[in-house]
């Protein structure tokens, strides 16, 4: 499990909004080239997106598939990958309101790596530390956009 948060001096419905639609993906995603991104947006409860990219050093595209388990108003949106390249996959993002118009938005994403023991050795060595600079950069550039005049 991964658990990263980061302050925000923004108003915490102003930052879910932008959570509420996958298609702002690219603009916090360095380093990923998204092919296409369908579903429904705003995401609600039991809505599909799914998701092809290319993510370097992946040399072919890979589709993310997912189902939104729950939107909560200004709280938190979660989603359950269907298809992805893990065996499991699921991640909120939580929002906090902390007054005077700023929030905290912490993502939590719970995986189990592909290939069995394989994976677990490649999580252990890889792709844990991968995931981790990449929400992180992922969340500084959500700070950086969200506060913004």
């Known amino acids: 499990m991964i658990e990263q948060s980061i302050d925000i001096d923004c108003p915490v419905d102003k930052v879910f909004r932008f959570h509420c639609d996958t298609r702002n993906a690219p603009r ?3 380093g990923v080239r998204f092919e296409s991104i369908d579903g429904t947006f705003p995401l609600r409860d039991g809505g599909i997106v799914t998701i092809v990219m ?3 050093p992946i040399p072919f ?18 989603d359950v990958a269907i298809a ?34 394989i994976g677990a050795v490649g999580d252990k060595m890889i792709i ?20 913004q005049p």
């Open 28 to 30: 916090v995603s360095p």
């Open 54 to 56: 290319r993510q370097k």
């Open 61 to 78: 595209p890979m589709t993310w598939r997912f189902r939104v388990e729950a939107v909560v108003l200004n709280k938190a949106v979660v």
């Open 84 to 117: 992805s390249p893990f065996s499991a996959w699921r991640h909120e993002h939580r929002f906090e309101p902390l007054g005077h118009g700023r929030c905290r938005l912490t993502d939590r994403i719970t995986y189990i790596p592909p290939l069995g023991p």
């Open 128 to 147: 844990n530390r991968m995931l981790r600079k990449t929400f992180e950069q992922r969340q500084i550039l959500t700070k950086r956009l969200m506060e």
